[in-house]
C-alpha cells in the first residue's frame, strides 16, 4: 500500500543517515552497532560488553527482567523528542533491541506515538 512505501521511503533514508554514524561507543559498556528499517518501525542495535553465556540460566532471566524493567522507560523519553513528529506520527515505532557480546538478547524495548507525552 502507498503509507506503507512511504513509509519504508522514510525508514531506509534515515536509517542510511544514521549508519554513517556507526559503530558508536555511547559509554563503556554501550556501542550502537546498528539500525534498519523494517515493518514499519526503526531498529536500533546496542552491543553491551558484558557476556551472559555462561552464566546460570535463572540468573540471566532475573537480569533481562532488570534490564527492561530499568531501560524501557528511557526509550521513548530519549526518542520521542527526536522521531515523534517524523516518524512515530506516520504509524511508524521504534524498537531498541539490548544485545551482550554473545549476541544473546537482553532487551528489546518499543516506543510509538502514544508513548510520547
Known amino acids: 500500500d502507498a503509507r506503507q512505501n ?10 542510511a543517515v544514521l549508519k554513517k554514524r ?4 555511547l559509554n563503556k559498556g554501550v556501542t550502537w552497532t546498528e539500525v534498519y528499517g523494517r515493518g514499519n518501525a526503526l531498529h536500533f542495535v546496542y552491543k553491551m ?3 551472559l553465556t555462561d552464566s546460570p540460566r535463572e540468573q540471566v532471566q ?3 527482567k532488570e534490564y527492561q ?3 524501557c522507560p528511557d526509550v ?4 520521542c523528542p527526536l522521531f515523534k513528529d517524523e516518524l512515530f506520527k506516520r504509524g511508524i515505532s521504534l524498537y531498541v533491541h539490548y544485545f551482550d557480546a554473545a549476541r544473546n538478547e537482553l532487551a528489546t524495548c518499543r516506543a510509538s506515538y502514544s508513548d510520547c507525552k
Not at 22 to 25: C, D, R
Not at 76 to 79: D, G, I, P, Q, S
Open 76 to 79: 521513548a523519553e530519549k526518542f
Open 49 to 51: 560488553s558484558l557476556d
Open 6 to 15: 512511504a513509509n519504508q521511503k522514510i525508514l531506509d533514508t534515515v536509517s
Open 69 to 71: 524493567k530499568e531501560h
Open 62 to 64: 532475573v537480569f533481562k
Open 22 to 25: 556507526l559503530p558508536l561507543q
